[in-house]
């Protein structure tokens, strides 16, 4: 009779430890990964992820490129909720950094940790992020994805050519003795064809390969239930709660400043012929900037009967073109219209030419021109460059041709000024102003120098003696 029932028993308790198995395995499928800390205590691992799209060589958040501001706030939505909760603690924050082809693999890499610690700066406004918390990881130019732009685009000029190219680069990316190789790689593509395809893939596709993916992940621990009643024969110990009551506070971020462009400038030339000058010029997005620049010259003697003098001003609207453009706001290649009024008087000691009124002021027949500009604004330094322009348009105008005579200057003729031709140039020095308008090279020069500054001093005999003694 006792054989008897131990067997029944043993086969409940079988029953029972199996259908206690398979509400586990049911659970794991249901939900994210679940793994048991201890016996109060059961963690749900939850993970969220956005894209920060960057542009071309540059480091700083921009929250208009790609609605990269919404992707921002939902990430920082997160962490507000996160952190005001206390069943959700951050494990783990990973920074993933892509990179479009152009570029070489050091300065890539380089643009990828600089990017990382913009995002980790980033969200460190809502909670403190120690170091154990924060990890960043580079891979070479996602070949893939672009190959997978080019299958998905009809449009693009020699299409089986480049796809085979790009499948070739991909699988010889793969290994880690060609990933050294990256520069080559795109000297292929840009070799293709004359370099059609790089150009259509430069603008279209290289712009969504730029980004950084942010990876966070959150431990929610579930506390186990009470219950409602405790056997008797029980010993009870009495619970002191050791946990403060605390408020959640909700950090509000502090809104990413937004770059801003423009520069002062002087024309080396009208300084050269003694006529100080001044301009500024305001970048207004998507390429147009427009430009105002005012020239104030009054010398006069007349017991010498020597005369230079000029003021006026103009306004031009600037488009600006190719991949200088393209990196950096006010950089490279730029054509325009322009517009100017301007008055004059110059006499060296034998006959003079005065423009406009004699004795009125810019607005009384004033010379005025209009025309097309054409230019190249060069960089020189981190907030410098040099602007060559030159501009082709129609001077009109009155102006006046006079001698002086026995201490009296006598009026020889009044003449209509119709010139077409050159009407305007410009060696001009430009002084870059604004957040974030600084030339990339100079730029990327100085924080790689820092760097290594820092790692030096971090591998320094006399650091790692302290240490050593720290230790000891």
């Given at each position: ?13 079988t ?91 050091k ?6 940790l ?50 085979s ?16 190789k ?25 712009p ?10 959150y ?33 509000e ?12 400038r ?62 950096k ?33 810019i ?16 960089p ?74 820092d ?8 650091r ?9």
């Amino acid at each position: 009779m006792y054989r008897i029932k131990e067997i029944i028993i043993l086969i409940a308790f079988t029953c029972l430890g199996s259908y206690l198995s398979a509400q586990n395995l049911h659970s794991v499928k249901d939900s994210h990964h679940i793994y048991n800390v201890n016996k109060s205590h059961t963690i749900y691992d939850v993970k969220d992820s956005v894209k920060i799209f960057f542009r071309q060589g540059k480091i700083e958040l921009d929250p208009i490129l790609n609605d990269n501001q919404s992707a921002l706030n939902r990430i920082a939505d997160t962490m507000r909720t996160c952190y005001a909760d206390s069943i959700y603690q951050l494990r783990k924050i990973l920074v993933v950094g892509a990179a479009s082809p152009e570029g070489t693999l050091k300065f890539n890499k380089w643009l990828s940790l600089k990017r990382a610690d913009v995002l980790f700066s980033y969200l460190s406004q809502y909670s403190t992020l120690p170091d154990s918390l924060k990890t960043s990881s580079f891979f070479c130019p996602d070949w893939k994805g672009l190959i997978q732009m080019v299958k998905n685009d009809s449009q693009l000029p020699f299409i089986e050519e480049t796809l085979s190219l790009l499948n070739r680069i991909a699988g010889e990316a793969e290994t880690e003795k060609e990933i050294l190789k990256q520069e080559k790689h795109l000297e292929l593509i840009k070799n293709l064809r004359g370099g059609i395809p790089y150009h259509y893939m430069y603008k279209k596709y290289f712009p969504a390969l730029r980004f950084s993916q942010l990876f966070l992940w959150y431990d929610k621990v579930q506390k186990p239930q009470i219950p409602d009643s405790i056997p008797k024969w029980e010993k009870v110990k009495q619970s002191v709660d050791t946990v403060s009551n605390t408020d959640s506070i909700c950090i509000e971020p502090s809104p990413i400043r937004k770059p801003f462009y423009m520069a002062m400038r002087t024309n080396i030339l009208f300084d050269v012929l003694l006529l100080p000058n001044i301009g500024v010029e305001i970048y207004l997005g998507k390429r147009w900037s427009v430009a105002a620049n005012w020239m104030y010259g009054w010398w006069k003697t007349d017991r010498r009967h020597w005369y230079w003098r000029a003021y006026g001003g103009d306004i031009a609207i600037r488009k600006w073109l190719g991949k200088a453009a393209e990196e950096k706001p006010l950089t490279g290649h730029h054509i325009g219209f322009y517009t100017q009024i301007f008055t004059y008087d110059f006499e060296t000691g034998g006959r003079g030419y005065m423009g406009g009124k004699p004795g009125g002021a810019i607005w009384n027949k004033m010379n005025y021109a209009i025309g097309a500009e054409y230019g190249y604004s060069l960089p020189i330094a981190r907030k410098l460059n040099i602007d060559f322009t030159l501009g082709v348009g129609y001077w009109g105008g009155i102006y006046h041709e006079y001698e002086p005579q026995a201490g009296y200057y006598v009026w020889k003729a009044t003449k209509e000024r119709r010139w077409i031709g050159p009407t305007k140039a410009e060696i001009s020095l430009v002084w870059l102003l604004g957040r974030g308008n600084s030339n990339r090279k100079w730029k990327r020069k100085l924080e790689m120098k820092k760097d290594s500054h820092d790692r030096k001093k971090e591998d320094s005999p006399d650091r790692k003696k302290k240490k050593g003694g720290a230790d000891e």
